[in-house]
């Protein structure tokens, strides 16, 4: 399995997504500050990912620390949440997996006598917990997802909602790996998704090493090909689910959505149940970050737009839910109208 990230005895350690598919280098983080700075410049990116990698920012934090008493260990724990917090607004995992480690350092100090090494012991098994439970998370969206898939057939997708952007499997990228276990033959289309190529660099990287058939299509060229009658079904990712089934995705999955839905094409979104924000009502109150501009106007560090032209990047928008077909999580698979299915489920596991 494609190593995303990974506690080790020396810190965390990342496989430098910026780098791929040229190269495959590793990173160590040996501070929360580190851990920050990956999260930030993309070295690691992919909400569930981005979730578990802040997890394992507090774990290494905590654990490097030298705080001698439990308040001063608290001040610094509410630092570095609030550091890991500030380093993408869009991804609610990152929120869920940093609440998580709160809950977990607070349920720990109400432990009559607990020691600063016990915290640092139990916080670095919850982080590894959450590890492992994104992994399971990824196969039970892949087993409830498969059947979804054509038997035999073409499946666009956008950005990458992988391995890479998961612990391991991924998301949209593991609904498609288990159908193609249970024997589906499927050719991936993946949208090369400006501007950071998550999908000409990462999806296809990542499909090639399974010997998952995949082209690269320019962003633009999804709906001529959808017009062609050449894609069966479109599977993304999600960074941010709202209560009503408003998905927040890497910019370009909205044109997507409107396309298929025109095209008659089934239009899927595979996310864990962390990136569902039943807090937020709808789409648009979603935060939506805003990158630098260089990346849009440069490509390999050469610049290719006009000096002062103004430009936007926004790194996300908002698919309204009326374009989801269904939402596979690791529960199961969601239908319209979404707020009525996220109860239902809830209430039918709760009831078990
Ligand atoms: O900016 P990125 O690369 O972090 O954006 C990633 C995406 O938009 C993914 O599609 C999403 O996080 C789902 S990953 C399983």
Redesign the pocket.
């Known amino acids: 399995m494609i190593p995303t990230l990974e506690w080790t005895p020396e810190g965390v350690r990342f496989i430098d997504q910026t780098k791929l598919p040229l190269d495959e280098i590793y990173v160590t983080a040996t501070s929360y500050q580190d851990v920050a700075t990956i999260i930030r410049d ?1 070295i690691v ?6 979730g578990v990698s802040a997890a394992m920012g507090i774990a290494l934090g905590v654990d490097r620390s030298s705080a001698t008493t439990l308040s001063q260990l608290t001040a610094e724990v509410e630092e570095m949440s609030k550091v890991l917090a500030a380093t ?1 607004p869009t ?1 609610v995992n990152l929120f869920w997996a940093i609440d998580r480690m709160n809950e977990k350092y607070k349920e720990l100090l109400t432990t009559p006598g607990v020691t600063i090494p016990e915290i640092k012991a139990a916080l670095i098994t919850e982080a590894q917990a959450m590890y492992d439970a994104d992994i399971e998370a990824c196969k039970q969206m892949g087993a409830h997802g498969a059947t979804l898939l054509p038997e035999e057939g073409t499946v666009l997708t ?5 391995a890479l ?2 612990c391991g499997y ?3 990228l593991g609904v498609i790996r288990a159908a193609v276990e249970r024997g589906h033959k499927i050719d991936v289309l993946a949208d090369e998704t400006r501007p ?1 190529l ?1 999908g000409a660099r990462l999806t296809a990287w990542e499909l090639m090493q399974d010997n998952i058939p995949t082209t690269v299509l320019c962003d633009n060229m999804a709906g001529t090909l959808m017009r062609q009658g050449r894609i069966q079904a479109v599977i ?4 941010r689910i709202a209560a009503n089934g408003d998905v927040a ?2 910019v370009g ?1 909205y044109s997507v959505a409107v396309l298929a839905k025109e095209h008659g094409i089934p239009f899927y979104v ?2 864990p149940w962390s ?1 569902i924000d039943l807090a937020t009502a709808h789409g648009d109150q979603i935060p939506i ?1 805003q990158r630098s501009p260089v990346e849009v106007t440069h490509s390999n560090g050469k610049q290719m737009t006009p000096h002062g032209v103004g430009i936007e990047n926004p ?2 928008d908002v698919t309204p839910a009326k374009y989801v077909t269904a939402i596979i999580t690791e529960r199961g698979v969601l239908q319209a109208p979404y707020k009525v299915s996220m109860k239902e489920m809830l209430d039918a596991e709760s009831a078990v």
């Open positions: 993309m990116r992919g909400a569930p990912a981005i993408r991804a956008h950005c990458n909602a992988g952007a998961t991924g998301t949209a950071y998550q993304v990712g999600a960074d995705n890497k999955t595979a996310a990136t970050e790194a996300f």
